[in-house]
């Protein structure tokens, strides 16, 4: 087990269920017109996330993942390598990329890249949390869960060298 304790809960699991619920109704209208709208999740980190987010949703969704690597324990390693692609065309289809959290934007920045060459219909971003204190790379969100402010957070998806995933809130890391 890591070296690190809880150190507060920023989020309850009850804040996380209501704001996912009003950001599925807000992709639902804006996505009303679509035929099926491609989530794409980052894993790991995402899963929990795209899971209950998709529930939500209230249009036709097709999900893909897509996994890169950009951290060490605690900080950002300022590479972001590919680490896996996605198993499905995107050409002309709507995108909706599903995150975790947005620190620096550099992971962000990267994938948004990389996914415009798949030449999709229109490409978004959805994140459960946003440190806008971290950004060193602007990047365009269109809709955001929850600003926090600049913490280690893990939970609902979030890890610390692949522990604390399975809490669910979301809560900051103390060095024990």
């Known amino acids: 087990m890591p070296n690190y304790a809880i150190d507060q809960i920023l989020i309850d699991a009850s804040q996380l269920h209501h704001r996912v619920r009003a950001m599925g109704q807000e992709i639902t209208a804006a996505y009303a017109e679509t035929d099926a709208l491609v989530l794409v999740g980052i894993l790991r980190g995402a899963l929990y996330f795209l899971a209950d987010l998709s529930r939500a949703i209230e249009v036709p969704v097709q999900i893909d993942l897509i996994s890169v690597a950009s951290y060490s324990g605690t900080e950002s390693s300022g590479t972001v ?52 204190d971290r950004r060193i790379t602007p990047v365009p969100v269109d809709y955001v869960g929850f600003t926090i402010p600049d913490h280690f957070v893990v939970g609902y998806g979030l890890d610390y060298d692949q522990s604390y995933r399975n809490l669910p809130h979301i809560a900051r890391l103390k060095p024990a």
């Open 81 to 132: 390598t590919l680490l896996k692609d996605l198993d499905d065309e995107i050409q002309g289809k709507d995108v909706l990329i599903v995150e975790d959290i947005i620190d620096t934007g550099r992971t962000l920045h990267a994938l948004l890249d990389h996914l415009r060459g798949h030449r999709p219909r229109s490409l978004g971003v959805c994140a459960l949390l946003d440190k806008p």
